[in-house]
């Protein structure tokens, strides 16, 4: 499991949307806040990174806790990003179900006002 932890750490220190194979199973099934359905496929996994990449090119998530139960991977992590020349953060965790050691269902908590610039 902490081969996956460690590629996970590596994938979100430069994501790149063609790399997200290392991570996921084709038949990924990711749930994210705000999304009334859940993303399916390596391909539309592949597009939302691409579209956070887009969003916020110098996007970086750090792991500052995980913990692992059977096949479950947990892994909590700290966001940056730059958004309209301002620096901002956000936290979030990953709880993932591995199989072959890559992710087959994932869920995705944060607060989707996180990726925003504060107000001053």
């Known amino acids: 499991m902490s ?3 460690n590629r996970w750490a590596a ?3 430069a994501p790149d949307p063609d790399r997200v194979h ?3 199973a084709p038949g990924i099934v990711l749930r994210y806040p705000g999304q009334a359905e859940p993303i399916r496929g390596i391909e539309a996994w592949k597009a939302r990174v691409a579209s956070v990449v887009e969003r916020f090119p110098d996007v970086r ?3 500052t806790h995980h913990a692992t139960s059977g096949d ?3 892994i909590s992590w700290r966001a940056t990003a ?3 020349g301002t620096p901002i953060s956000w936290e979030g965790i990953d709880r993932m179900l591995l199989k072959d050691g890559v992710v ?3 869920m995705v908590a944060f607060d989707p006002a996180g990726p925003r ?3 001053a």
């Open 61 to 63: 998530l750090e792991i």
């Open 72 to 74: 479950l991977c947990f």
């Open 82 to 84: 730059t958004s309209e």
């Open 117 to 119: 610039p504060r107000a």
């Open 3 to 5: 081969d996956f932890v």
């Open 22 to 24: 290392t991570l996921a």
């Open 11 to 13: 994938f979100w220190s």
């Open 104 to 106: 087959v269902d994932s």
